[in-house]
């Protein structure tokens, strides 16, 4: 399975489309999106309507980039996976840690 990040530019908010799985092998890229698109307080949305798996890293991932903004005065919000998907946030209780927003367009490639 691949993973793909489709940015949706540097307005505010920035937005993060994820597609695939976010695991161990890719998490790196994810990492690396949010470090280049983070701006001091500005909003970040990752839409995560595309993804298909998540593991421990993928979670941990979305922690460090929540704390990160944080740090920043900025706030991370996240859309929805597929309920399967989501369905990991439930019972790690991460979906209580997390600002979630209902999803728009997706940002144009």
Not at 54 to 67: C, E, W
Not at 82 to 105: C, Q
């Amino acid at each position: 399975m691949t993973f793909t990040i489709v940015t949706g530019g540097s307005a505010d908010p920035a937005v993060l489309l994820l597609g695939g799985e976010l695991d161990l092998a890719t998490v790196p890229q994810l990492r690396q999106a949010v470090d280049a698109h983070a701006r001091s307080g500005q909003t970040m949305v990752i839409d995560l309507r595309e993804i298909e798996f998540i593991d421990s890293m993928g979670l941990a991932t979305l922690v460090r980039a929540r704390h990160r903004a944080i740090a920043r005065g900025a706030k991370l919000e996240l859309v929805a996976a597929p309920e399967p998907v989501h369905r990991v946030f439930t019972l790690t209780h991460l979906d209580r840690v997390f600002d979630w927003v209902a999803g728009g367009d997706p940002p144009a490639s």
